[in-house]
């Protein structure tokens, strides 16, 4: 069973820490951590509105700061989870040769909700249905782990 997931999002303020927090929630035993493909926000903690969401209901992710994904992540986590098809391409261009380290999108984990990615709420503004999303994947995940 995969025990150290790191969840990844563009700029890790929005989606991928609150991913981590949801999951840590409900697997506390699993040693997470989450990354953004780029830098923009390395050092910050997450988007003030993603917290207010997160917080109403019942998630703290304020102790989260963002930071790159790197090369080392394949061989420091046992799955890595991204939230779109653009974060999963460019996880991959960083793969090094014979990593065999998984990559998912997190929606695969909840076919049910018909999602092919984790909308940016940063863009959208839709935080709420953003982490009903994540809540509903990070179900899945559990269960499949």
């Known amino acids: 069973m995969p025990t150290r997931i790191l969840f990844v999002c563009l ?11 949801v999951f840590r929630a409900l697997s506390p035993g699993a040693e997470t ?8 926000h390395a050092g910050e ?11 109403a209901r019942g998630l703290d992710i304020s102790d989260l700061r963002a930071r790159q994904f790197r090369r080392d992540d394949f061989a420091d986590f046992d799955l ?3 939230m779109d098809a653009s ?3 460019n996880i991959e261009a960083l793969r090094p040769a014979g990593n065999g380290t998984p990559v998912r999108l997190f929606t695969a984990y909840a076919p ?5 990615h984790v909308p940016d709420p940063y863009y959208t503004r839709d935080f ?7 809540e509903a994947a990070a179900k899945g995940l559990k269960a499949a782990l």
Do not use: F, K, V, W
């Open 33 to 40: 951590d989450s990354a953004g493909t780029a830098s923009y």
């Open 45 to 55: 903690p997450p988007y003030g509105p993603m917290q207010a969401a997160a917080r």
């Open 112 to 116: 049910e909700t018909g999602a092919d």
């Open 128 to 134: 709420d249905g953003c982490l009903d999303l994540i």
């Open 87 to 89: 974060n999963l391409d």
């Open 80 to 82: 890595i989870i991204a």
């Open 11 to 21: 700029g890790n303020i929005c989606r991928s820490p609150a991913a981590e927090g």
